[in-house]
T-cell receptor, first 113, second 114 residues
Framework: DAGITQSPRHKVTETGTPVTLRCHQTENHRYMYWYRQDPGHGLRLIHYSYGVKDTDKGEVSDGYSVSRSKTEDFLLTLESATSSQTSVYFC????????????FGPGTRLTVT | KQEVTQIPAALSVPEGENLVLNCSFTDSAIYNLQWFRQDPGKGLTSLLLIQSSQREQTSGRLNASLDKSSGRSTLYIAASQPGDSATYLCAANSGGTSYGKLTFGQGTILTVHP
């Protein structure tokens, strides 16, 4: 499972509140990603990181910010949650030595009411 | 912009049957293509990764092929079992960088009945 954990695993929050999701990896991989999965849209990339303090936007980055202050943690923040951000969020890492094969965490189910 | 399509959207087969899942992509400039399995309520499990320079990759009863020129990949599952029931996703790694960004298809929901 590439040593990836996500917290929390489930969260219910109200519209307008800030929310931070955490992804933690234990194997010092350089590349990390945040995706969201929605019925009808599949999995879409939100943000990714290619090193400490190095991040970039993905396909659906509006309303999200990320931070990576140390190799093992990649945080996803919803500054002011909206109902459209109700989704399942997956973190992934990419193994450079393995042709950049991506491995996924267990996911966080977020509901914004 | 890369677009990935998977056909069929759902497939139901009897146990023991050999089957093929299809994946097509619009931009042939990919670094690799990855197949995943997802069980209900769970994360994604990587099954196979095919480099752009490879034609196929095998793992146990699974065989994935890649034809970049036609923008197609197939996942062949031999002697299917009920435990193979899951959603199968393909994802193209493109975007001009090797660490890349995956573009996913919508998936094929596979049901193998005893």
């Amino acid at each position: 499972d590439a040593g990836i954990t996500q917290s929390p695993r489930h969260k219910v929050t109200e519209t307008g509140t800030p929310v931070t999701l955490r992804c933690h990896q234990t194997e010092n991989h350089r590349y990390m990603y945040w995706y969201r999965q929605d019925p009808g849209h599949g999995l879409r990339l939100i943000h990714y990181s290619y090193g400490v303090k190095d991040t970039d936007k993905g396909e659906v980055s509006d309303g999200y910010s990320v931070s990576r202050s140390k190799t093992e943690d990649f945080l996803l923040t919803l500054e002011s949650a909206t109902s459209s951000q109700t989704s399942v969020y997956f973190c992934a890492i990419s193994v450079a030595q393995g042709w950049y094969e991506q491995y996924f965490g267990p996911g966080t189910r977020l509901t914004v009411t | 912009k890369q677009e990935v399509t998977q056909i069929p959207a759902a497939l139901s087969v009897p146990e023991g049957e050999n089957l093929v899942l299809n994946c097509s992509f619009t931009d042939s400039a990919i670094y690799n293509l990855q197949w995943f399995r997802q069980d209900p309520g769970k994360g994604l499990t990587s099954l196979l990764l095919i480099q752009s320079s490879q034609r196929e990759q095998t793992s146990g009863r699974l065989n994935a092929s890649l034809d970049k020129s036609s923008g197609r990949s197939t996942l062949y599952i031999a002697a299917s079992q009920p435990g193979d029931s899951a959603t199968y996703l393909c994802a193209a790694n493109s975007g001009g960088t090797s660490y890349g960004k995956l573009t996913f298809g919508q998936g094929t929901i596979l049901t193998v009945h005893p």
